[in-house]
Nanobody, 120 residues
């Protein structure tokens, strides 16, 4: 079993910063990618940022230039530095890891989510 534990969410004023962290533990045979999604009330879950083991990254247009994703492969940890936060960034942020769990099995794992609230 794999567990993803997130931390760093909270309440911040507009223009402030937060740093989210996610650490994966358990039977991790191979990590293809790790990243972050978010879901605001009434909206669908959307990609925020994703980073592959090869180092390529993908950001939502709405966060480019403000958010930075990084990984510590040795610790199976992914971080999201969020700067210049806006009220529109308010959402539950979910960590995601795409893993090989067996010789022919690949699967997505999700964290429980951490709330980020940005006040005006």
């Amino acid at each position: 079993q794999v567990q993803l534990v997130e931390s760093g969410g909270g309440l911040v004023q507009a223009g402030g910063s937060l740093r989210l962290s996610c650490t994966a533990s358990g039977r991790i045979f191979s990590v293809n990618a790790m990243g972050w999604y978010r879901q605001a009330p009434g909206n669908q879950r959307e990609l925020v940022a994703f980073r592959t083991s090869g180092g390529s990254t993908n950001y939502a247009d709405s966060v480019k230039g403000r958010f930075t994703i990084s990984r510590d492969n040795a610790k199976n940890t992914v971080n999201l530095q969020m700067n210049s936060l806006k009220p529109e960034d308010t959402a539950v942020y979910y960590c995601n890891a795409n893993l090989w769990t067996g010789a022919t099995e690949r699967k997505d794992y999700w964290g429980q989510g951490t709330q980020v609230t940005v006040s005006s």
